[in-house]
């Protein structure tokens, strides 16, 4: 449970969601963390409060990610509060669904900006300090990356993106001692998902989804937490420039619109297609 001890790590859109549990794991194994948020401080300083209350080192650092100046200045900030760095979890991210006809060059700029340029410019800005300490990048992606789904074409780019920096990026700094790797979530529902749809059971509908998902049931954001823990750990030295799928079998299974539970003899027959 001290795997983390005395190292500094900064994670990214960690006042909701993914990335408070992503701060909480790192803290609870002995690191001192660095809370970002862009615009309401209100889950921040909950996520430091917590964090400080179980005996840890945190604060909390505000920067617009739609604008490359503030993230240069918030980890110019967070590094000197931390006093270097081992660990960045570049976790910040926004989601959109629209129709492809129907999508804005301005809603377009606006994920890339958050989704793809700041976690390239705030790695940029970072890599003296994690050249120093020898320390690991970890690029959250999404299923999205890998799978498609309707009216998701903008943020699945920007998820695919991700997984491409991850890769090509471990390469140039694999010489320099920083491991770079991802990690891309599948289904992980958190309260915001649920903002949109008032009156619905929560909880219900968890359980519901998660019987469409190969484990039987959805993730949680700790389950992500302990994951980014274990990719920043010594255990997983040996991988870089992949990007881990956790995700409860989702992207594993080849899904025809049929009941996957049920063996396929009872579903179509026996019997065998040529040229298939």
Known sequence: MQCMKDKRVLVTGSGTGLGRAIALAFAQRGAAVAVHYSQSSTGADATVKEIVAAGGKAAAFQANFQEVAPLQAMAREATAFLGGLDVLV???????????????VEQFDTLYAVNVRAPYFLSQALVPALEQSKGVIINISSIHAFRAFIEHTVYAGTR???????????MELAPRG????????????VPSHF????????????????????CGFAGTP??????AVFLASEGARYIVGQTLIADGGTTSLMHFGEDFKQP?????????????
Do not use: C, H
Request: charged share 15%; proline share 8%; net charge positive.
């Open 90 to 104: 570049n976790s910040a991210g926004i989601t959109m669904n629209r129709p492809f006809a129907q999508t804005t």
């Open 160 to 170: 695919g993106a991700i997984v491409t920096f991850t890769r090509n990026l471990a």
């Open 178 to 189: 920083i491991r770079v790797v991802g990690l891309a979530p599948g289904a992980v529902p």
């Open 195 to 214: 903002k949109s749809m008032p009156g619905v059971d929560m909880e219900q509908a968890i359980r519901e989804f998660g019987k469409g998902i190969p």
């Open 222 to 227: 700790p389950d992500i937490g302990n994951i």
């Open 264 to 276: 396929m003899t009872a579903q179509f027959g026996q019997g065998y297609v040529s040229g298939v």
